[in-house]
């Protein structure tokens, strides 16, 4: 059995280092200074490095330079571009879906919580305070939790507790019409509920962000080299595509995390769902 070569050992394990969310932190910067700080940097690493690049080119760009280096950016820009915007469609897809489903989970709360209304007296009421725990614990515990993929023992509790409580009913109840809806959406809910927490996860992993970063540095580099007869102008273009790449990486790190993070999606459903719950009780 052939032995790998030293050089391919270390790439492998390079790449195997790089962490899964190299960038945790950024989550917990505001917005407009995650925005205004990636933009910045990236549209400051244009505006120096073409000072820098001509400063050391002067004098030495023949005719034709940029025939040559104009096709070349040309291409390594198109394959970035189509990159970087093939990323940020999957991550507004994933960060749709995820809303979704949080509507979804939401929604079936509220119906089953009205489907009590065909149990019996004793049973309605305790079908009640279980969703309300779980509804509760979801917007008062597990939100939180769940940005670091973990669960909150309460929902747990309060799921267990419902099945529980529905596999004491008398046969003759259990089997109804509507029990059987409300079984429905309880898998439902359950359904959900796992759904969320996986997609709380981070998506990318850390090479896929490294690739990023420097495909994007490349591009803004090679742009250093393309000749201008005017300074201001060629600081313009090279600084305008910097904050163009800077915007793109700045939607997909604050979207990446459609459960955490200044732009994360809201309890704002199951606070509807509690208003509903509480509409229900008094016969609306």
């Known amino acids: 059995m052939a032995t790998p070569a030293p050089w391919r050992s ?7 280092a790089i962490p899964l969310n190299p960038i945790p932190f950024l989550n917990s910067i505001p917005v407009a200074a995650l925005a205004i700080g990636v933009i910045g940097l990236s549209a400051g690493f244009a505006f120096m490095g073409v000072h820098v690049v001509r400063r050391l080119m002067r004098g030495r760009v023949a005719e034709g330079h940029n025939d040559v280096l104009a096709p070349i950016f040309v291409t390594a820009g198109t394959i970035y571009a189509v990159l970087i915007g093939f990323l940020v469609i999957i991550v507004w897809e994933q960060y749709v879906s995820t809303k979704a489903v949080v509507a979804d989970e939401a929604s079936a709360l509220t119906i089953m919580y009205r489907q009590t209304d065909g149990m019996p007296t004793g049973e ?14 979801v917007v008062n515990d597990e939100w ?9 023992p309460k929902v747990d509790a309060a799921i267990s507790t419902l099945y529980g409580t529905f596999g004491n009913l008398d046969s003759a109840t259990a089997d109804s019409a509507i029990n059987s809806d409300f079984v429905r959406n309880a898998s439902a809910v359950a359904a959900n509920r796992n759904k969320r927490i996986l997609q709380s996860e981070d998506r990318f992993p850390g090479v896929l962000w490294f690739g990023l970063m420097l495909g994007g540095v490349l591009v803004v580099s090679m742009s250093f080299l393309l000749y201008m007869q005017r ?20 939607i997909l790190i604050v979207l990446n995390h ?6 994360a999606i ?19």
């Open 10 to 16: 270390g790439t492998v394990a390079l790449i195997a």
């Open 124 to 137: 309605r009421q305790q079908m009640r305070q279980i969703l309300r725990d779980y509804t509760n614990a």
């Open 144 to 152: 939180l939790l769940q940005a670091h993929g973990a669960t909150s």
């Open 231 to 250: 300074l201001w102008l060629h600081v313009l273009m090279s600084s305008a595509l910097a904050s163009l790449i800077g915007v793109l990486l700045f």
């Open 258 to 263: 459609p459960l955490s993070g200044q732009l």
């Open 266 to 284: 809201t309890t704002h459903d199951y606070e509807s769902a509690l208003s509903a719950f509480t509409a229900v009780d008094r016969g609306h």
